[in-house]
Nanobody, 130 residues
Framework: QLQLVESGGGLVQPGGSLRLSCAAS????????VGWFRQAPGKEREGVSC????????VYADSMKGRFTISRDNAKNTVYLQMNSLKSEDTAVYYC???????????????????????WGQGTQVTVSS
């Protein structure tokens, strides 16, 4: 069974940067899609970014494009989210999630809908405040 563990969250000032890590164990991420989602108090969970592990293709939410970068290190079975130019509205719990491949598509496609992801990490808190 795939397990995901996020790390790297914390307190940062506006304009600062953080790099979140999503370490996978129990299975290789090959042919999975891995997404980052976030949820602020009183708001619905929203998609941040997604990466297809096999070919490295990426998807970003419009509000994060140009500030956030998703990447993967296949040797470490880990996905990262580099967050720059952070704003107070980026404050949220950030979750890593994974979609398993299937026989019809082989490579799981990126999706920004939380319900499409079967595996989830525990979340890591990101607080942007001065």
């Amino acid at each position: 069974q795939l397990q995901l563990v996020e790390s790297g969250g914390g307190l940062v000032q506006p304009g600062g940067s953080l790099r979140l890590s999503c370490a996978a164990s129990g299975d290789t991420l090959d042919y999975f899609a891995v997404g980052w989602f976030r949820q602020a108090p009183g708001k619905e969970r929203e998609g941040v970014s997604c990466i297809s592990i096999s070919d490295g293709s990426t998807v970003y939410a419009d509000s994060m494009k140009g500030r956030f970068t998703i990447s993967r290190d296949n040797a470490k079975n880990t996905v990262y989210l580099q967050m720059n130019s952070l704003k107070s509205e980026d404050t949220a719990v950030y979750y890593c999630a994974a979609r398993a491949p299937d026989f019809t598509r082989v490579q799981a496609m990126c999706d920004m809908t939380p319900s499409e992801y079967e595996y989830w990490g525990q979340g890591t808190q990101v607080t942007v405040s001065s």
